[in-house]
């Protein structure tokens, strides 16, 4: 009865091993493929990107129809806008004089330009979308009942920075369409009764939208509100764990 | 341990179920990826397909119209044009926020959590009230814009005159209806209160003295009257006929309704509103650069 032998390596087998068995890799990845449960568990735990995860979660939620990914997706979708974002602003300057011609140079001049301008823009009405269907799809699942109160009013707020980052952002094409929405915009918010005069002069910086408008607009929309939303994004993640991970029935 | 802060009888998380539990690798991030996969490539073709408007370079003399905000501010553009700027722009939005923030304590019962539609009787509370609120919505656009009347008079030969003029839409009660002249100026603090704004419009602080009556009707109370009163008979309704029966099913309507009414507004403000925010049909949109100089 003859002892089986082992396969021999397959030519795939031998790239394989060059490719991650070598010292490079593994000093990248110390670990290889986590092909045992037990190895699973800890990549996500012990990995920086993986471990706002816990390592296991409840059957029913890795089904696709309960959450849809949705609020997965606006995430991906503020990772998404901020490399786009920064790849736009080499490019951008916020002055009255330059905005307008830095953003006709990124569509003409600048390699891929036209390209990151679009993705920005698509994935930023993506993201105002996507947060409002992951309220609706929180909503009905009931998802909101104690003790996850405080992460629905975190929500919330989030919901209010997507809104504001997508706003500040609309103007700085300064275009027509730009200086018309924010004029339209902020007038909206300047008939507030008592202190809409005064938010709408500190929001434009003066009572036209101009120079100290454009400005204001870009310091909050490159850093004040990403950095705002990166801070509630973080309690929210962190209050889903602490919330015993996603709602389900008792 | 940190539980042992928790004094009060606040909600606790639920003891874990281990062994109905999948490990999230590969399990979670494999969807996690997918999708995010899907979304990249999506986005990335339409990128390649449509541009981002480019129009020209700003101009503060030449107004377009109609000059429009942001597509997700056009539900807040489209009511200002039916009630009084600071209600429509302001107080709304931002009681609508907080009433929203405060569900879950207003409803903390936990039947149906953590499922889709998990109380009895939600779907259809759900449908009801989405189509209620479309319907309802559109037509008190209608109405505000004359359009009813128009109708009525054009296909169906029925005419109010002159009578009836004051139906037409909100405005024409303040303008059709002959209030008497004391009624534009009523006044209920017996001295001018007048409070920090300087105004950038130039009217000067706002000024509590006053009361505009037929302005207030129309610009205030009939609006709040109806957002306030319509939900809260849908309510009412639903409840008579026992669809509703817990804080649940109360705020199901109210959302279910907020989410209609807000895309119908959005839809409306985008796709429905031409030069003038006259109420014209999508196809009849076209926006007009300004002239130079009739700015504003
Ligand atoms: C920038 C915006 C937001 C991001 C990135 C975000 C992200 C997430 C993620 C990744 C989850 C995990 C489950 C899932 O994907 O559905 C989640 C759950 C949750 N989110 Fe959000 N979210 C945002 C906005 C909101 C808003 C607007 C609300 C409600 C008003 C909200 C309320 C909640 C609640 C209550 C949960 C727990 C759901 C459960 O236990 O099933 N979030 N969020």
Redesign the interface.
């Known amino acids: 009865m003859a002892v089986e032998q082992p396969a021999r390596p397959t030519l795939a087998d031998k790239i394989y091993d060059k490719l991650f068995h070598n010292y490079i890799w593994k000093s990248i990845f110390r670990t290889g493929y986590?092909n045992t449960?037990r190895n699973?568990?800890l990549?996500?735990a012990t990995n920086v990107f993986?471990h706002l995860?816990?390592?296991?979660?409840?059957?029913?939620?890795?089904k696709?129809?309960?959450t849809y990914?949705l609020g997965?997706?606006s995430f991906?979708?503020f990772l998404?806008l901020t490399v786009t974002g920064i790849l736009l602003m080499f490019y951008y300057v916020p002055s009255?004089d330059r905005a307008?011609l830095d953003?006709?140079n990124i569509?003409t001049n600048v390699q891929f330009g036209?390209?990151m301008?679009?993705?920005?823009?698509?994935?930023a009405h993506?993201m105002?979308i996507l947060v409002f269907l992951h309220m609706?799809r929180v909503?009905?699942?009931?998802?909101?009942?104690?003790?996850?109160?405080f992460n629905?009013?975190v929500g919330?707020i989030l919901l209010?920075l997507t809104?504001l980052l997508?706003?500040t952002g609309?103007l700085l094409?300064?275009?027509?369409?730009?200086?018309?929405?924010i004029?339209?915009?902020t007038?909206?918010?300047?008939?507030?009764?008592?202190?809409?005069?005064?938010t709408?002069?500190w929001l434009l910086g003066g009572?036209?939208?101009g120079q100290e408008s454009l400005i204001r607009f870009y310091t909050l929309h490159v850093i004040g509100l990403p950095l705002l939303a990166a801070i509630f994004m973080a309690v929210h993640f962190w209050r889903i764990r602490?919330?015993?991970?996603?709602?389900?029935?008792? | 341990m940190a539980t042992a802060v928790v004094a009060r009888p606040?909600?606790?998380?639920?003891?874990?179920?281990?062994d109905?539990?999948?490990?999230?690798?590969?399990?979670?991030?494999f969807?996690?990826f997918i999708?995010?996969l899907v979304?990249?490539l999506a986005?990335?073709a339409?990128?390649?397909l449509?541009?981002?408007?480019?129009?020209?370079?700003?101009?503060?003399d030449?107004?377009?119209n109609p000059?429009?905000?942001?597509w997700?501010?056009l539900n807040?553009?489209e009511l200002?044009l039916h009630m009084q700027?600071?209600l429509?722009?302001?107080?709304v939005p931002t009681v609508w926020?907080v009433i929203?923030?405060a569900?879950?304590?207003f409803?903390?019962?936990?039947?149906?959590?953590?499922?889709?539609?998990?109380?009895e009787n939600?779907v259809r509370l759900?449908v009801v009230s989405a189509i209620v609120a479309v319907v309802g919505t559109w037509l008190l656009i209608l109405w505000d814009t004359g359009k009813i009347a128009m109708a009525m008079n054009d296909w169906f030969g029925i005419s109010g005159g002159r009578t009836f003029a004051f139906l037409e839409n909100v405005r024409a009660l303040q303008s059709q209806l002959p209030w008497p002249e004391w009624s534009h100026r009523i006044p209920y603090l017996w001295f001018d209160l007048k409070?920090?704004?300087?105004?950038?419009?130039g009217l000067g602080a706002?000024s509590f003295h006053y009361l505009d009556l037929p302005g207030f009707l129309v610009e205030q109370a009939i609006p709040i009257a109806a957002m306030v009163g319509l939900p809260s008979l849908l309510i009412y309704a639903l409840w008579k006929i026992g669809w509703v029966n817990t804080r649940?099913d109360a705020i199901i309507v109210l959302?279910t309704g907020f989410?209609a009414v807000f895309g119908v507004l959005t839809v409306t403000g985008t796709a429905f509103r031409g030069a003038g925010q006259e109420l014209v049909w999508p196809w009849q949109l076209d926006v007009q650069?300004g002239i130079p100089g009739e700015g504003h």
């Open positions: 986590p449960p699973q568990m990549i996500v993986l995860h816990p390592t296991r979660i409840h059957r029913t939620h890795v696709i129809t309960h990914c997965g997706l991906f979708m998404g009255v307008y953003i006709q569509q036209q390209l301008r679009n993705m920005h823009r698509w994935m993506a105002v609706m909503f009905y699942t009931g998802a909101y009942k104690p003790p996850r109160e629905w009013v919330v209010v809104f997508s706003f609309y094409p300064w275009d027509q369409l730009a200086f018309w929405a004029t339209v915009g007038n909206i918010a300047g008939s507030a009764p008592i202190l809409g005069p005064k709408r002069f009572f036209e939208v602490r919330d015993g991970g996603l709602a389900r029935p008792l | 606040v909600a606790r998380p639920q003891p874990r179920a281990r109905e539990e999948v490990l999230v690798w590969p399990d979670l991030v969807i996690e999708s995010a979304f990249t986005l990335f339409l990128s390649l449509v541009n981002a408007p480019l129009l020209d370079q700003a101009n503060a030449v107004t377009p000059s429009k905000a942001p997700y501010l807040l553009q200002l700027p600071a429509a722009g302001v107080i926020l929203m923030a569900f879950p304590y409803d903390q019962d936990n039947e149906g959590q953590g499922v889709w539609f998990g109380t939600s759900t409070i920090l704004d300087e105004g950038y419009t706002t649940r959302f989410v650069e």
